[in-house]
């Protein structure tokens, strides 16, 4: 079986508690023979700034360009708010997605069965969903130029941030949605905000040239990103596929994540375009969560996400689907049993920790 590489970026806050039970995750897969790995661990985010100055080294960028995937924990808090802007936690995590070229964020919300009840919207509206976000990840006012705050005569300040899209960028991305729509329900909603932005102008008439020319077969609905947010906790169930650039895919896939539960059941992917020669792409599997500072240390982050995106590391990095969808059995089965972390525990109901949850997922792949 081949050694896949896998780098480590644990990062701060609940990052570090969600990675340990990455860590228990991967010894198990290795242990059982349904994956082996090769681990590396490095920094990223505060801590990296704590100890070298910078929110990722250069040598920690060279790890991550040649693993053959990166697991990425959560950056950032309150610890390092008066940092250089350069040097915020956040710019590592920007610099891995822009360095790797990590241009499609693919952010799937499920809701799980048992999880039903847990969303802040009625069961009915939820039940069976199955949503896939596909977030521009490498353009937009993420990246655009000039971004920068400029003091003015009257000593008044300016700040600027610049969306940016070009036709190439829009175009790699809807593919990928449209390519994912064919394997699933055959529909994809492009958000933006052409009624207000050029840069949506260009979005919708590549997606549109796009579709004409290549995907006619596949269902295509344009809707502005603000009515987006509210379809989505309107009738969630309308969507199949919605692809978007990188500040609304942002915006909805935190929106999308209450739907399933809770922030800590959202998984995700960032992957580059296909090497020419050998055809691996790039890849980055993180939470979409943060680092949650109010709950950090305490043993209370959901490790779902962050276990949920090594399943999807599994399947899309090194097509073992048959290891990724015993992880999702085992979640799907320790849900159903009832366990629970506090962020997805009804009022009343006992929550365990974060490595009780872990633990048991593990436990429950083992059992097969
Ligand atoms: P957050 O995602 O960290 O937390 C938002 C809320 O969701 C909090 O109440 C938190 O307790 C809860 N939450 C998040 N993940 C959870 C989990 N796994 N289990 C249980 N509850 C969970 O967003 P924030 O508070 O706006 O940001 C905190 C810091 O994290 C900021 O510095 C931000 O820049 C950073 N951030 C980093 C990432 C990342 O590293 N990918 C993503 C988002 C935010
Ligand atoms: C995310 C986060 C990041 C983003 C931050 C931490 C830079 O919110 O991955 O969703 O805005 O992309
Ligand atoms: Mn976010």
Same mark, same amino acid.
């Given at each position: ?83 250089? =802007? ?18 499609? /964020? ?35 006012? =993420? ?21 940016? =899209? ?28 052409? /009624? ?18 290549? =995907? ?10 603000? /009515? ?73 982050? /959901? ?66």
């Amino acid at each position: 079986m081949a050694t896949h590489k896998l780098l480590l970026l644990p990062g701060d806050g609940i990052g570090v508690e969600v990675m340990a039970e990455v860590k228990r995750l991967v010894a198990f897969l290795d242990k059982s023979g349904l994956a082996a790995f090769e681990i590396e661990e490095d920094l990223v985010g505060g801590s990296a700034y704590d100890a070298h100055g910078v929110a990722i080294t250069d040598a920690a960028m060279d790890r991550a360009q040649a693993a053959d995937a990166v697991i990425f924990g959560a950056v950032g808090g309150p610890k390092w708010a008066d940092v250089p =802007y350069a040097a915020r936690p956040e710019a590592g995590l920007l610099r891995l997605r822009k360095e790797l070229g990590l241009f499609a /964020n693919l952010r799937p919300a499920v809701c799980y069965p048992a999880l039903a009840d847990a969303s802040s919207l009625k069961r009915e509206l939820v039940e069976g969903l199955d949503i896939m976000i596909v977030r521009e990840l490498t353009g937009g006012v =993420y990246f655009g130029e000039p971004k920068e705050i400029v003091t003015l005569e009257n000593g008044q300040k300016r700040a600027v941030d610049t969306q940016v =899209y070009s036709t190439f960028e829009i175009e790699r991305i809807a593919r990928v949605a449209f390519e994912l729509a064919k394997a699933r329900r055959n529909k994809v909603t492009s958000s933006e905000k052409h /009624n207000v932005m050029k840069s949506g102008v260009l979005w919708k008439q590549v997606v549109t040239a796009l579709h004409k020319a290549e =995907y006619p077969a596949v269902a295509l609905e344009h809707m502005l990103a603000d /009515n987006c947010g509210m379809q989505l906790v309107r009738t969630p169930k309308q969507f199949d596929v919605i692809v978007c650039d990188n500040l609304f895919g942002d915006m909805l896939s935190d929106v999308a994540a209450m739907l399933t539960g809770s922030l800590g059941m959202l998984p995700s992917a960032s992957l580059g375009a296909p090497d020419a020669k050998t055809g691996k792409r790039k890849a980055m599997y993180e939470p979409v969560h943060g680092s949650a500072p109010d709950i950090a240390g305490k043993g209370l982050a /959901n490790p779902i996400a962050t276990l949920a995106s090594v399943g999807m590391a599994l399947r899309y990095s090194f097509g073992l689907s048959e290891a990724a969808d015993r992880l999702d059995g085992a979640i799907a089965s320790v849900l159903g049993q009832g366990l629970r972390t506090k962020d997805i525990a009804g009022p009343g109901t006992n929550a365990v920790s974060t490595t009780e949850m872990g633990t048991a997922i593990v436990e429950a792949m083992a059992r097969g």
